[in-house]
């Protein structure tokens, strides 16, 4: 791979990633594809394709879709604008084109600490390049499904879509000649009908046996306030699901993001499901913090669940409080010993970058670099794309 010139002056990553050091290479696990595709590029795609009256001016197509802290708030407001990102990445060639652009995205600009206003690049001092991309995406809410929300048929043939989604994340190694490993994990969806997610488990069945190095893992996503799963008949059907979905596959799955789930209704689905990793568990330390109850936290310690935590996400959702509430998070899962990741979760709707994050954390001494050096090592360790050192892991599992 072509040497990059970068020195990252003034940064405080710079002290733990230093220039020609190893880690110059990281993994992120943990971006939705919905999230992923810069605003100006989803701009020109709505352009190319013909779609109109998203918004009235690109630079209220900018403020729409910016996640920030005007419109947000909580995990239902967060989500509002991915229906419209997910129409503008409808049908096959859409979603092939985000799956490039997401990939590109991170390899060229996940290093970096600024980003011009529609999500451009805009550091000439790039830290690191993500080297090994987990993509998220639920490829039923790419048929064109939610233009007729609680139906079944798409515009768009779901066959191909995830076929093509699989192609794009292999040519893209083959254009970066192996620069950077990508794999896909497909979300199920809260707020889509039984129906729609059964049939989308068959999909992961099937298209795995044709592509096992591209699909890597199952999800659930979208607001817990369409289906929280804390009832039993519920989380025996998301159980079977993930069963449907097949073996040998990665699990994880969002949970406990908001008051929406229990403390009792997280450990149940972490129990139902059995994931290797979970996504924004806050609920596990509200509970001890509020109510002296580690059960939360004593199962995901147990279980060796490594928790996928975004940073930024995190606080526009009102899931953590504060920075300094981030801080505490932290402590309370290193006390008890629980393995912790950072990622970007929707980094160029949030105008954010891995290296932006992780230099927040430091600044704001919520991170300590020890922190941050442990937590990108669990990256490497727990991504579910097959490489040479996780391999063995996999086959011990
Ligand atoms: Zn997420």
Redesign the pocket.
Known sequence: MPKRISTGKGSPLREIIPEGSSRRELTEL?V?LGGSVPIYRLWEMGIERGIRGVAGSYEDFITLLHRSTTNTGDLDKYLEVFDIVELIQAGPRAVAEAIMIAVNGAYRTGGMRRLGPGGEGGDPDPIFAINQLEI?FNPMKRTGLLLSKGGVQGLFDVDRIIRAACEAATNSEIAYKNGISTGLIICFGRDLSWEVNETLADKVCLWKKSYPNKIIGVDI?GPESALALDDEANLERMAALYQRAGDGIGKTV?VGETEHVSIDTFIKTVKALSPHRV??PVVAARAYWDDKDARGLELLAQEGIVC?L?VH?NLLTGAIRSIDEYGKFLRTLDQFEIAYTFST??PALQLTTLAGELEMLLASSAATPEQIVAALENADQATFIATQHNKKTAEEK
């Open positions: 943990h939705h998220r996503a969002h996504a924004h996928e975004c996400s979760d929707s």
